[in-house]
């Protein structure tokens, strides 16, 4: 055989060999351990690409509430967490990242995302010895009553009528109140927005806890200054706030 015969069954002897690495260890040419998008199960994964943007890195907060808030995941509970997920909020920017609602993930990885928030940064007990309101109202707020209440316990912060403050941004602009729900209102009124400094309905002075009609009938109010155009497709919203 010729020189050109020999290095030829070299040739291809080499190639069969990689090969033949290749498929043991799953690689035939690319990666065939890289997992397609809907098969992805790892948390961390899910949560970077579908709610970091919004919820901040290690849910610490952004344009969007912080879920590695204790006191947020001790009053909603993991039901109103995966609605949300699933089938966002209506009337707000949350949106729905089911497959069965317009988004890209299947149901085993909305029950990943839910999981594994409650997983990583709820804090079981840490409620105890409180009273903490209902996460959904359980009656008709009065807005009237409202007022008093705002003036009572929000603005110090936020600021006569809610128009914004030293402490507080503005809460009573259509702005704002368009891309928020009524329940949404009552989970921030409730769970506070800890990464703002926005307290929980304990308040910061020991004894001024806000009641459960205390907190309804906030929220009637402060829904009741929305425009007219957007005030029924907030108010109807019944999802948890993520």
């Known amino acids: ?33 890289t997992v397609a998008p809907n098969e992805t199960t790892d948390f ?14 290690e849910g610490r907060g952004g344009a969007a509430r912080a879920l590695a808030d204790p006191v947020y995941l001790a009053i909603a509970d993991e039901v109103a967490i995966q609605k949300a997920t699933a089938s966002g909020i209506r009337g707000t920017a ?17 029950d ?38 705002f003036k009572t316990y929000c603005e110090s912060c936020h600021g006569p009528d809610g128009r914004g403050g030293t402490k507080g941004s503005a809460v009573t602009n259509d702005v704002f109140l368009a891309l928020v729900s009524d329940q949404s209102l009552r989970t921030v009124v409730i769970a506070g927005r800890p990464e703002l400094g926005a307290p929980d309905w304990r308040g910061d002075v020991p004894g001024k806890s806000m009641s459960e009609q205390d907190i309804t009938d906030v929220v009637a109010w402060l ?18 706030q993520r």
């Not at 949350?94 to 909305?110: E, H």
Request: aromatic share 6%.
């Open 44 to 57: 961390a994964t899910l949560y970077a690409q579908n709610c970091a943007g919004c919820h901040g890195a």
């Open 112 to 149: 990943v995302i839910t999981n594994g928030i409650r997983s990583h940064w709820s804090k079981p007990g840490i409620l105890v010895g409180s009273k903490p309101p209902s996460y959904f109202a359980k009656s008709v707020g009065n807005a009237g009553q409202g007022a008093i209440v």
């Open 94 to 110: 949350m949106p729905g990242f089911a497959q069965n609602a317009g988004g890209m993930l299947t149901n085993k990885q909305i």
């Open 1 to 33: 055989m010729n020189s050109f015969g020999h290095l030829y069954l070299l040739t291809v002897a080499s190639a069969l060999l990689l090969t033949g690495c290749n498929l043991a260890h799953g690689k035939p040419g690319q990666d065939s351990e």
């Open 223 to 240: 829904a009741s200054q929305r425009a007219a155009e957007t005030r029924q497709t907030n108010t109807t919203s019944n999802y948890a």
